[in-house]
């Protein structure tokens, strides 16, 4: 059985590796105010950012979809990791050196499946990178010189070389505790006639490293005719590598790609080496897959869909590499950022570019490039014989919807006048009725999309922070996790309830819902009167658990640092602990800071709603016993009444003071 990692050693990897050093591993982070980071939510597609840590508790949580929790939460969620795996890579990162109980640690038998598989990849791309100086690999050394790579390139990028042999590999892995399985499982064994066998043998080797610089894959390129391969060999399919999730350089392109809101997509590793030797960071290839949607989302998740962002493509000028750009123009609607292309002059790529004319030559390939739209247009119109009516009017058919498709009115109008004098439309009539048929098909894919809803479209449902609902990948926000529907108002508004329909939009819940966010960001602001409220004084039933979890862990007034992870394991399930992450993340409602005076505020209106409903219990009680009931029985509700009264005008004449 494998071994408990020990209590102080999890508190330990908590407390050392701070939740928005992990989270901009990612996505692009920004201010969001008070303390708050933002950034869009890699957990559900959206147009503008729900996604919300606060650094300061450790804490992240989407007003979208609702994910949160702790940096263990995060890598647990993005990564698909067990608990151990996560708090055994969040250790390595952080040089702890963990104790598990339950006896010895023994690596290969107590880590995860995941971290033995990336420890795998980690030291097989140090085995090959070191098998590139030997002499049996003299011929990738001289396949990289010959475009323009040295070997402080190589080891830039840990190009490395596999050897010939059937298992050098293998032999190599096994000596440092792997086992087969775990290689076969890993893609970098594949089993033989009499056993395991290297995948990858006599290839020059590029590592495959995720967003976060961990190896999952390699690509293996062929260099002798002997071997009856093909050309390039990719890590098959594993727990590790999905090679729609992959872009191979974006471990170093991915900081640069957010700083200059740019991303240049290549065709293959030695473009991306090219392209980062002249200068390009940003460039980032697919690996043995068209660009597709996966990669967009990782892509988005870094240029923060803003309008000044951009994503230029690079193909080859041949027939080829044009259907391949125009393929890129199914995707820019799924990106805010504008979209571009770079044609290479004589079907060169950016690594031919780069030996023929130097590290100027690729800088200038970006800077030459055609706004999508620009390419589609001129491509669709040059397949036309416009000498001809019948040619003229198939390249407008063709090419309005195009037209229609860009985001931006002014310029979709200045494209459709450019289509316009492309073409060679001669009357105004015809001018006209152009420009109508661009409107229009506009108006119609953002109001219904092509064939319904478009994702992103004006006709989606908005919650209260203007995030998209429709098309999450995610879990759907239609209600809280607790059967209270949202108010417009609440995060994560705009759908039908699941359960008890719960008016979050009455000014009662609204205020419990701030004190309790008081109680949890600010507790020295309510305590020691907050630990004082009853359960009862929050009526909204999920206000009232996070006031019982509260109250499980101490109180208010025992906050420390060790606080709000307290609570949150206090709270009896899920969907309470997920509330408790919700309100220790929603910025307080106040546009200055928050002080003793607006917690007071906060404080003296749930204690007055709770007079308020007691009185009218209290009256109610009056009526029903009538004016027959026990003298001694009346006077006392009576006197309850009057004191009530006296309390709920004393706290509003003096507020906090009458507490």
């Known amino acids: 059985m494998a071994g408990r990692i020990n209590d102080d050693d999890v508190k330990a990897v908590r407390d050392a590796v701070p939740i928005d050093a992990v989270v901009s591993e990612y996505l692009q982070l920004r201010n969001a105010g008070g303390g708050n980071l933002k950034g869009l939510c890699p957990f559900h597609d959206e147009k503008s950012p729900s996604f919300q840590i606060s650094p300061g508790k450790g804490l992240f949580y989407c007003f979208g979809c609702q994910a949160g929790g702790d940096t263990v939460d995060f890598i647990m969620r993005i ?17 702890i050196t963990l104790r598990y109980e339950e006896g010895g640690y023994t690596p290969g038998r107590q880590q995860g499946e995941r971290t033995r598989l990336v420890e795998a990849h980690k030291v097989a791309a140090q085995f090959y990178a070191e098998q590139l100086d030997g002499p049996e690999a003299e011929i990738g050394r001289k396949f990289l010189a010959e475009r323009g790579f040295d070997q402080a390139a190589a080891q830039h990028f840990g190009v490395g070389y596999s050897p010939a042999g059937w298992d050098h590999l293998i032999r190599f892995l096994r000596g440092r505790g792997f086992t087969d399985k775990e290689l076969i499982l890993s893609g970098l064994a594949q089993e033989g006639r009499r056993g395991p066998i290297d995948r990858f043998r006599g290839r020059l080797m590029w590592p495959i490293r995720d967003i976060t610089g961990e190896v999952v894959g390699f690509g293996a390129r062929k260099l002798r005719d002997d071997d009856n391969g093909p050309k390039y060999l990719n890590t098959p399919e594993t727990p590790l590598y999905k090679k729609s999730n992959v872009l191979y350089g974006i471990d170093l392109a991915k900081k640069d790609i957010a700083k200059t809101s740019q991303a240049v997509v290549v065709e293959g ?29 990782i892509l988005r998740r870094l240029l923060m869909d803003n309008s000044g962002a951009e994503v230029v493509f690079t193909f080859d000028g041949d027939a080829a590499g044009q259907k391949a750009a125009l393929r890129a123009f199914e995707d820019d609607q799924r990106f805010a950022a504008e979209t571009s292309i770079a044609i290479t002059p004589g079907g060169m790529d950016p690594c031919e570019l780069r030996l ?82 661009v409107r229009g098909l506009a108006r119609s894919r953002q109001n219904h999309g092509p064939g319904g809803p478009e994702r992103g479209g004006r006709g989606d449902q908005r919650d209260g922070r203007g995030n998209q609902r429709r098309g999450a990948a995610g879990p759907q926000p239609a209600a809280r996790r607790d059967g209270a529907s949202r108010g417009p108002g609440e995060p994560g508004a705009g759908a039908g309830p699941r359960g008890p329909a719960l008016n979050l939009r009455s000014p009662a819940h609204r205020v419990e819902r701030e004190l309790l966010k008081l109680a949890l960001q600010r507790p020295e602001l309510v ?10 004084e929050f009526t909204a039933p999920p206000y009232a658990a996070v006031r019982r979890a509260i109250e499980d862990a101490g109180g208010a007034t025992a906050a420390d640092g060790g606080y709000l992870t307290r609570v949150r394991d206090a709270a009896p399930d899920d969907t309470v602990r997920a509330m408790v992450t919700e309100l220790a993340v929603e910025p307080l409602h106040t546009r200055r800071e928050a002080d003793e005076a ?24 009056l009526q029903r016993l009538g004016q027959h009931a026990d003298p001694a029985h009346l006077a006392a509700v009576q006197n309850e009444l009057w004191v009530l009264q006296q309390y709920g005008q004393s706290l509003r004449d003096r507020g906090a003071a009458a507490l």
């Open 356 to 437: 023929a004319h130097g590290d100027e030559a690729v800088s200038a390939l970006v800077e030459s490039r055609t706004p999508l739209f620009a390419f589609a247009l001129r491509s669709i119109v040059s397949r036309y014989n416009l000498e001809t009516e019948e040619g003229r009017i198939a390249a407008v058919d063709e090419a309005v919807p195009v037209v229609a498709a860009i985001k931006n009115p002014g310029l979709r109008d200045r494209y459709a006048i450019r289509l316009i004098g492309m073409v060679g439309i001669a009357t105004q009539a015809e001018e006209q009725s152009i420009i109508r048929r």
């Open 527 to 536: 305590s020691p009167a907050f630990d004082a409220y009853g359960i009862d």
């Open 79 to 95: 990564d698909h990791l067990s608990f151990a795996e996560t708090i055994e890579r969040l250790a390595s990162q952080a040089g």
């Open 269 to 297: 590793y030695t473009d991306v080496m090219a392209c980062h030797l002249a200068g390009v960071t940003t460039a980032i290839a697919t690996c043995g897959t068209a660009f597709g949607g996966d990669h967009i989302k």
């Open 598 to 621: 607006y917690a007071g505020v906060q404080l003296v209106a749930v204690r007055l709603a709770a007079v308020n409903r007691r009185v009218s219990e209290v009256r109610g009680t």
